[in-house]
Each structure stands twice: as structure tokens, then as C-alpha cells.
DNA sequence: GCCAACGTTGGC
DNA sequence: GCCAACGTTGGC
């Protein structure tokens, strides 16, 4: 199993759309490395949703529901999309600056590469933040 | 709203 | 194939 963070920016498609949603295609990725990232999720990876732009924090928990597809929003087939599951909110959100002050987390692409959309995560990692946000 | 980072495009 | 120009993302 492997673990990733997907991110939204909230005007766009929030979290709680998500949750209203149930299920969501998590389509218009124009990035060639987050769509490689996207080729590799499986069913029933684990995926952590992060706000960008306002609110920038981790907000909650989603699975892989339906593996790489070719993205009906693309009108070339190069570019991919999968469904993802909505599980559970996150108790206690973890915001960027937290994240930035935890030395088991500078790895991780939010930190380094803010522009990068779909990143994976260690289980380490994924571990750690579950723990924080419970 | 500004600007840094960085991916993409296009001229050569 | 290089690189300058340009556009976009996202943190602040």
C-alpha cells in the first residue's frame, strides 16, 4: 500500500464538496510528474487531502477508489485521472506552518516543491500525520 | 497583491 | 537542443 497527498485549492473543489460528494474524479491534472504519481496510486491507497492557496492545511483522509484512467477532461489521451473515496475528516487540520516546524516532515514535496499537485508520502510520513491530526 | 519557483513554449 | 520569454501556481 502507498500513501499520497493530493492537493485542491478550496475555491475550486473543497473538501467538504468532497464529503457532500462521496466520491469524486480527481481529473485536470496538466503535470506530467503528478500524473505519474497518479499511474502509480492502487486501489485502496491512502490519500490526505491539503488546501492550498487560503486555508493550507491538511484536512482530511480519502482512498483510491478506481486506478488510472485515461481523464475524460482532456481531449488527448496522455493525461490521466482517478476516482478518489472520501473517508473521514481530520480531527485536528494540520497547517503548513506546523508542518514546516516538524523535522520528520521537511521531506515531503509541500515543503520543498510547492508547486508540485499529487505527491506521495512515506508511511512514516502518512503515520506521522495521522498521529498529529487525530 | 506581490513575487519566487518552476514548468512550458517557441525562436534560433 | 538551448535558452529566453512567458504563464501559472501557491506561499506570504
Known amino acids: 500500500m502507498k500513501y499520497w497527498l493530493c492537493k485542491s485549492d478550496p475555491e475550486t ?3 467538504d464538496e468532497f464529503v457532500r460528494d462521496g466520491s469524486t474524479m480527481w481529473d485536470g491534472v496538466r503535470n ?5 504519481n497518479m499511474r502509480h496510486m492502487k486501489l485502496g491507497d491512502k490519500v490526505l487531502i491539503y488546501h492550498s492557496q487560503t486555508t493550507r492545511t491538511i484536512v482530511g483522509l480519502s ?6 484512467l485515461p481523464d ?6 496522455k493525461w490521466v485521472a482517478v476516482e478518489l473515496t472520501a473517508k473521514r475528516t481530520l480531527a485536528k487540520p494540520l497547517s503548513l506552518a506546523e508542518i514546516k ?3 520528520d516532515l521537511q521531506n515531503i514535496a509541500l515543503v520543498k ?8 508520502l512515506t508511511k512514516k510520513e ?3 500525520i495521522i498521529e498529529l491530526t487525530s
Open 101 to 103: 516546524s516538524i523535522p
Open 113 to 120: 516543491r510547492s508547486r508540485l499537485s499529487i505527491m506521495p
Open 126 to 128: 502518512f503515520d506521522l
Open 72 to 77: 475524460p477532461t482532456a481531449d488527448d489521451d
Open 32 to 36: 506530467y510528474e503528478a500524473r505519474n
Open 63 to 68: 482512498e483510491v477508489s478506481r486506478e488510472a
Open 13 to 15: 473543489y473543497s473538501w
